[in-house]
Nanobody, 115 residues
């Protein structure tokens, strides 16, 4: 059974930074495409950033230049470094692992950007 556990969320002021982590267990982490998604209240869950096993990266336009996704296969961990945070970044952030038809989600971590 694949498990994903996110951490690193919290309350931060506008312009601040946070780093989210997602640790995977129960699988060969390196083969998975890993993604960060977010869902604000009353809105759909949207892709923030993704990184494939070979390292290719994709970002949502709204976070380009501010967020950085990375992975450490030796630690079974994917990170999301978030800089220059804005109130509109407030959401629950979810980690997702995908390999062909197999998809797994973490439980989510709350990020709140407010003064």
């Amino acid at each position: 059974q694949v498990q994903l556990v996110e951490s690193g969320g919290g309350l931060v002021q506008p312009g601040g930074s946070l780093r989210l982590s997602c640790v995977a267990s129960g699988t060969i982490f390196s083969i998975y495409t890993m993604g960060w998604y977010r869902q604000a209240p009353g809105k759909q869950r949207d892709l923030v950033a993704s990184i494939v096993s070979g390292g290719s990266i994709n970002y949502a336009d709204s976070v380009k230049g501010r967020f950085t996704i990375s992975r450490d296969n030796a630690k079974n961990t994917v990170y999301l470094q978030m800089n220059s945070l804005k109130p509109e970044d407030t959401a629950v952030y979810y980690c997702k692992a995908t390999y062909f038809k197999y998809t797994y989600w973490g439980q989510g971590t709350q990020v709140t950007v407010s003064s």
